[in-house]
């Protein structure tokens, strides 16, 4: 089966309109959410709507939960944006999540507010800790937040980033990760996992969020969004 996992879409609608289309193409059977739908960028009810419509298995993130359950005040432009149903969807969206493909047993998160912002570091040990867990050890660490992808192994297994459609640093272009395997076997088999870099019209993201005069931190985005610097 073949699954893609995306995350930080961040109200980037040209964004996620190529990784949509790009999805289409590959044959993706099965999309799955790992948080930030919305905040940043000018277009977030039609990132929400698109969350909603294709993926299959969600989890939330932090820009989620703090729209979606209204945590800081200077988030009213979101809020008039997507609505109360919006919202409460969002805010209720589960944690984390857990798989097994191909006899890997992943978790699924976000990062914040599961576990402390995770990045490519040299304290092994703080990486591994997400490995385990009340319910037992994984096998493998699926999660997003860092808005840079990436896949490396440790002692305890596989730990993978999907990086950012809407909003990614370094490399701007849209990002997920493919993952091809056994959906829910336990059996060992083999297991495909790579980057996908898609490239998408960033100068009309830019223009879609100059035309919007009340967005928030409005420079900073387009800084992001042309440039993988982050800048706010």
């Not at 076997?185 to 830019?206: E, G, R, T």
Request: one cysteine or more.
């Amino acid at each position: 089966m073949r699954i893609a996992l995306v995350a930080d879409l961040h109200g980037n609608w040209p964004a996620t309109q190529a990784i949509s289309q790009a999805l289409d193409s590959l044959g993706v059977e099965e999309i799955w959410f790992l948080g930030d739908a919305v905040g940043k960028g000018p277009s977030n009810a039609q990132t929400c709507d698109w969350v909603r419509q294709r993926c299959a298995l969600c989890v939330g993130g932090n820009w989620d939960y703090g729209i979606g359950g209204k945590q800081f005040p200077a988030d009213g432009y979101y809020w008039n944006q997507l609505g109360p149903e919006r919202m409460a969807w969002l805010n209720g969206l589960p944690r984390e999540a857990e798989v097994t493909v191909s006899g890997v047993r992943f978790r699924l998160f976000h990062g914040r507010p599961v576990t402390e912002l995770m990045v490519v570091q040299d304290d092994k040990r703080k990486l591994g800790a997400a490995f385990h867990t009340e319910l037992g050890d994984f096998g493998g660490v699926i999660f997003a937040d860092s808005h840079r992808p990436f896949l490396r192994t440790l002692q305890e297994g596989y730990l993978v980033n999907t990086g950012s459609v809407g909003n990614s640093m370094g490399v701007p272009r849209a990002h997920a990760l493919l993952l091809e395997g056994e959906r829910d076997s336990a059996a060992s088999a083999p297991l495909m996992m790579s980057i996908l870099s898609v490239p998408y019209d960033n100068q009309a993201a830019v223009a879609i969020a100059m035309a919007d005069d009340g967005l928030p931190f409005r420079e900073a985005y387009v800084t992001e969004i042309t440039t993988g610097v982050y800048s706010r």
